[in-house]
């Protein structure tokens, strides 16, 4: 009996689990891929792994209490998220912050973006396989948390800002270090496009990788750099000026490629618009109080409230529901993290997963922030 | 012809990275902001406002400053703090007070941010700068703030 040969060899679809541990899904998030060889034809990320329900403590904590919460949910940029809660308390209670805080709060939010896009541009380095830009990129993040360690206690987890102002004034060596800082950033930016963005390897792993469309973008409703590297201004800061971004002038950062590439560009130009922000706010901030007195126990008036600021990823909105108690009945947060990992599979799909990695870690995804 | 120009520049690229790097091996210890932590114990300082952990002053006489209010057993999110509390005879008036026995502190489930301490009004309780805090055992890290036979002070009222 002779062999046979088959003639119609197909290949054939199969289910692989990227994560919860894999190293590069920075945290607990587990990616169901059905792939074709090396070809991804679906991707359906799974939640829920380090859900720590806190919408529902929201509601059982008092307003001052939920701000240290927040802390937790983006953790790269815990105090723009302690402002958003802030924010929309004052709004509530119709307080009016002193100049002083507006301007304190702009600079500290602006450190924090720095921070968390350095920290982005360490790991995204070393997703590509370039180590050496992780141990640069957090050399120099050092320095932010060293400033935010002397004025605020704590290097990650600040709960800095309270409902009506801050905790306590800045540290008196405040404005001198991040005046040191800046100076020491603007000759690390350039090095760090000499090292990492001109390099053949990473270019070919970013240019023309997850390309997504700007309608894409808005149907899916992602924010921040993801969607600002397709075209989309989507700038908080721009569209609906919250605390003292209205006295300064920066540009939004835009890119039209849609690609990889293109937001890593973003970032990198948010980094010299946040440099160009705290350099215009350093040398006069105003004198003042650095609170406004609330009651001990605050009580928001009946109604809805809604709130919403530029983190580092994107959107983060607050929703309150107040029936006059001093909990809310419903506290909602719209997470950046969430919508813009929504878009993942339209980015990946066709793609290698090799190049998912690269997608990942550009769409800069914070599981604490996604789960919440 | 595009095979030879993607080597040159893959080749110049490689080394435009090389020139950053390159340059720290040769200036390497300028800036480095590394620490030999176990051995620098000794100069080892955190900064003032750091959060290591609550801890309660107590001055010569064994006297502290907390007047028993519970504001910051209130004000805490997770209930780190509980304070087991009595009514005693006020010396000078004579009239039942309020005075702590137990100002109990799980620092297992502090999240140290920091709301206790700005409820206080009588400044009793502050920020202690240490930083080594893990233990071998759990119940270790509950402890109890005022020290035995302490008292409050005089003339503290909140």
New interface residues.
Partial sequence: MEPTVKSNIKTEEYFINMGPQHPATHGVLRMMLTIDGEIIKNVEPDLGYIHRSIEKMCER?SY??I???T?RMDYLSSHINNEAVCLVVEKALEIDVPERVKVIRTIIGELTRIASHCLWWGVMGMDVGAL?TYFYAF?DR?LINDIF??????RL?M?YN?PGGL??DI?PNFVKRTKEFIAHFKTKIP?YD???K???IFQKRTKGIGVLSPEDAISFGASGPVARGSGVNCDIRKIHPYSAYDLVKFEEALQTDGDCLARYKVRIQEMWQSLSIIEQLIDNIPEGDTKVATK?VIKLPKGEYYQRVETARGELGCYVNSTGTKNPYRFKFRSPGLSNLGVINSLATGSKIGDLVAIMATIDIVVPDIDR | MSYFSDIYNGIKTLLTGMSVTGGYFIRARKGALTQQYPDNRETLKMFDRFRGEVIMPHDDVNEHRCTGCQKCEIACPNGTIEIIWDRGIDEETGKKKKKIDQHIYHLGMCTMCGLCIEACPTDAIVWAQNYENSVYDRTSLTKVLNQPGSKVKAGIED
């Fill in positions: 904590d001052q209490q701000v240290h919460l802390d050496t050399r050092e360690e002397e004025t605020c206690g704590a987890t709960n309270i905790m306590f540290h090095e000499r090292l990492l001109g390099n053949v001990a």
